[in-house]
């Protein structure tokens, strides 16, 4: 006799399914580490290529090989730490003080400083705000991105940390080195209401079925009188934030000059300073990426390029 029930199985996929409220994607966690300096850093997404590499992993059939792998370019210059926020640890995070430092004239916010902010007496963390400089990338924008990131080490070394590096620039080579994995968030391509076929993928109906093709067969039972959340239909498409783990990076480039194609990539431009990361990433071309330490995985797998293709992808 056959089973009457069975237990749910199959992918949840991401619910709610509803727009991202920044363009410029939030990192809720930091991992814990015991060096003070930053735990995350961002670049704009330029394009797509290829290298070859040596395959360092043991675990792995190609072992030694030469492997071609697909990699993502970021234009990633320096960042400008432009204040100091203090927390306190209540019921939740609370903000109880700001430090600002003295911005330079180019940089120009998309919010609003408050000069009078002062360090304050009791804190539990402490987290820097950092600002994107355009002006040093290969796009055409003026207006630049503040957002978190992490500190690590103990309280009085990220106190320290912070204060020593306040109104400076920090570059990805003082944050990552080749080899290491990084988690990647950032919004994904937008794509506006759309219909459940592009939404899901559901199958498109017969030619007899109601006068209707491209909607879902089945709503469900008559009873109960309610149809389930996991029904296909129609609503938000992209625009959502994703976060992927455990991305290796594969070079870090001051120079972007050495791994752009001449004229530069496709919609994108010229990158001034370059992070190659293994594999595609979330979100269009021009689309501000977060990296994080990655919270899965601490190792450091070294990294031989054996030849870079100068010959730009046509990424989404």
């Keep these: 006799m056959p089973?009457?029930?069975?237990?749910?199985?199959?992918?949840?996929?991401?619910?709610?399914?509803?727009?991202?409220k920044e363009i410029v994607a939030r990192t809720r966690h930091w991992p814990a580490s015991k060096e003070s300096k930053l735990l995350g850093f961002a670049g704009w997404k330029a394009g797509m290529t290829h290298v070859q590499?040596?395959?360092q992993n043991n675990k792995s059939p190609t072992f030694g090989k030469v492997i071609f792998k697909s990699v993502t370019v970021l234009d990633a210059p320096s960042?400008?730490?432009?204040?100091?926020?203090?927390?306190?640890?209540?019921?939740?995070?609370?903000?109880?003080?700001?430090?600002?430092?003295?911005?330079p004239k180019d940089l120009k916010l998309k919010i609003i400083t408050n000069s009078k902010s002062q360090t304050p007496g009791e804190f539990d963390d402490v987290r820097l705000v950092v600002a994107t400089q355009p002006v040093k990338s290969g796009m055409r924008l003026t207006k630049s991105d503040t957002f978190e990131i992490g500190v690590g080490g103990d309280l009085k070394q990220k106190t320290d940390f912070c204060e020593s590096v306040l109104g400076k620039e920090i570059s990805a080579k003082d944050?990552?080195?080749?080899?290491?994995?990084?988690?990647?968030?950032?919004?994904?391509?937008?794509?506006?209401?759309?219909?459940?076929?592009?939404?899901?993928?559901?199958?498109?109906?017969?030619?007899k079925d109601k006068q209707m093709h491209r909607h879902v067969g089945s709503i469900g039972?008559?009873?109960?009188?309610?149809i389930d959340y996991r029904v296909p239909a129609a609503g938000q498409h992209g625009f959502h934030t994703r976060t992927e783990f455990s991305k290796k990076i594969i070079m870090i480039e001051e120079d972007g000059k050495k791994v752009t194609p001449s004229g530069g990539f496709v919609g994108y431009g010229l990158p001034q300073s370059v992070i190659l990361v293994e594999g595609s990433l979330p979100g269009p071309r021009k689309r501000l990426i977060r990296l994080r330490k990655a919270v899965r995985s601490n190792k450091v797998?070294?990294?031989?390029?054996?030849?870079?293709?100068?010959?730009?992808?046509?990424?989404?």
């Design 3 to 20: 089973k009457r029930t069975r237990p749910r199985h199959g992918s949840m996929q991401f619910w709610p399914r509803k727009r991202a």
């Design 53 to 55: 590499l040596v395959d």
């Design 79 to 103: 960042l400008f730490v432009a204040a100091i926020r203090f927390y306190k640890k209540s019921s939740s995070r609370v903000v109880v003080g700001e430090k600002w430092a003295k911005l």
């Design 175 to 207: 944050v990552f080195k080749p080899g290491e994995f990084v988690d990647i968030t950032a919004v994904t391509k937008g794509f506006g209401f759309t219909g459940p076929v592009k939404r899901f993928g559901i199958r498109i109906q017969t030619r």
């Design 221 to 226: 039972s008559t009873v109960p009188r309610h």
């Design 301 to 316: 797998l070294p990294v031989e390029v054996k030849y870079l293709s100068l010959e730009s992808k046509q990424g989404k």
